[in-house]
């Protein structure tokens, strides 16, 4: 199992992963492809050199900008540009995932709705360069999955389109607290912005999790330098690993959220299948989480059922009395357990058939993944003739299109 372990103590910015990883052996042609086919061939030019930061070497990446007169993009700009781009179809969705990422982060700081972000630093051709190239250059390597440490905030303050800014920048903290990501704080380190929008939505959207490897078996190493002079090595360093085997950290968990439960039993052997499927309903309604059956043997070798309700404890007083009211049992067991929950809200995607609704779930280390509702895939395969797989699959397509009804809730 191939690992990219992306370690940034004093930075994590788009030009350094870029510059780390042509270091590890991305070959140059790889990040340069994408780019022409989107015509910027000739909005900049890509110095890549071999440099030192207190004595440590690494590579270097500077973006010098051509465009005469640098538009400030808006995300559905950006977005047009890159679904017209003939680009692989993973390539396309993680350069789109990250640009939807930035744009949500500044549409939330600034008051407005996404389309109408307006770019700023994020939107010049160098952040185009490091969002394309870095996700070229991963795309070419395929880990298995990446791991990264976490970002450096930075402290102090910079200066901005906006003026000056404290640092962490807004958007920063924005997206750290949309994808759950632990800054690394503290006074000391150095007093200037280390994390960018731009380097940390692209780990947001790239990275499996964010944390340290209990150990590190080391294939390959690529370092990246960053261009400020620092009190120590201004660097960032992504070591290709060979497998990765670690529980997940009290941080990287810190998502999750355990909920105290009650299972409600009884055990029925004169009802019919029509009662029982009413009595499931009824505690349904009634607001039980979830409502199983299982057959079993009774005593005197009769067939009965097994029916169980989860409920959370608040619940448990209302649904005994549906249990009394409405079913034929004389008896009720109930037993105290728990269950960890994992973040997620509900929204909608669209396809070329029309929308459907997901859920929007937020998986341990920051990562995100989609649960489209089965009726709408059924819906709209039977409308279209479509397969439900060939909708399910325009619903992942469509994930960065997702638009959120609900807010996060376990």
């Not at 640098?70 to 003939?86: E, G, Q, S, T, V």
């Not at 070419?140 to 402290?155: D, K």
């Not at 043997?297 to 249990?323: C, E, F, H």
């Not at 037993?335 to 937020?362: A, D, I, M």
């Amino acid at each position: 199992m191939t690992t990219l372990f992306v370690d940034c103590p004093t930075g994590l910015a788009g030009d350094m992963l870029l510059a780390a990883l042509l270091d590890l052996g991305v070959p140059r042609a790889v990040i340069e492809a994408p780019l022409a086919v989107l015509g910027l061939e000739h909005a900049y030019a890509l110095t890549v050199a071999e440099d030192c930061s207190a004595g440590l070497r690494g590579l270097k990446v500077s973006v010098e900008r051509l465009e005469t007169e640098p538009p400030h993009r808006r995300w559905h700009d950006i977005r047009a540009l890159i679904l017209k781009a003939d680009w692989p179809e993973p390539l396309q969705i993680k350069v789109l995932a990250v640009f939807k990422a930035l744009a949500e982060a500044e549409a939330a700081v600034h008051g407005c709705s996404v389309d109408q972000v307006h770019f700023h630093e994020v939107g010049m051709i160098d952040s185009l360069v490091d969002v394309v190239a870095v996700c070229a250059a991963v795309e070419h390597l395929a880990p298995e999955q990446i791991v990264c440490a976490a970002p450096p905030a930075g402290r102090g303050n910079i200066e901005t389109a906006h003026g000056l800014l404290p640092v962490p920048v807004p958007a920063v903290l924005e997206l750290a607290r949309r994808h759950q990501i632990g800054l690394d704080v503290g006074d000391q380190l150095p007093a200037c912005e280390l994390t960018t929008p731009t380097g940390l939505a692209l780990m947001a959207v790239l990275a499996e999790r964010f944390g340290q490897p209990s150990s590190l078996n080391i294939k390959a190493i690529g370092v990246g330098l960053g261009h400020r002079n620092l009190d120590r090595p201004n660097l960032l360093r992504i070591c290709e690993l060979d497998g990765l085997t670690k529980e997940p950290s009290d941080q990287e968990m810190a998502g999750l959220r355990w909920q105290p439960v009650v299972v409600q039993e009884a055990w029925l052997d004169d009802t019919t299948p029509e009662d029982l499927a009413v009595l499931s309903d009824q505690l349904r309604n009634a607001g039980a989480l979830d409502v199983v059956s299982e057959q079993l043997q009774m005593k005197k070798g009769r067939l009965g059922v097994s029916l169980k309700a989860l409920v959370t404890p608040d619940q448990a007083p209302g649904l005994r009395v549906v249990w009394f009211s409405q079913g034929t049992t004389l008896g009720l067991r109930e037993h105290s357990h728990g269950r960890w929950l994992l973040p997620r809200r509900g929204g909608s995607c669209s396809t070329p058939w029309g929308e459907v609704r997901v859920k929007q779930v937020r998986r341990p280390g920051g990562g995100l993944s989609l649960k489209p509702e089965h009726d709408d895939l059924l819906r709209l395969s039977l409308e279209t003739g479509h397969s439900v797989e060939e909708v399910r699959r325009q619903v992942f397509l469509a994930s960065e299109d997702f638009t959120a009804t609900e807010d996060w809730s376990w």
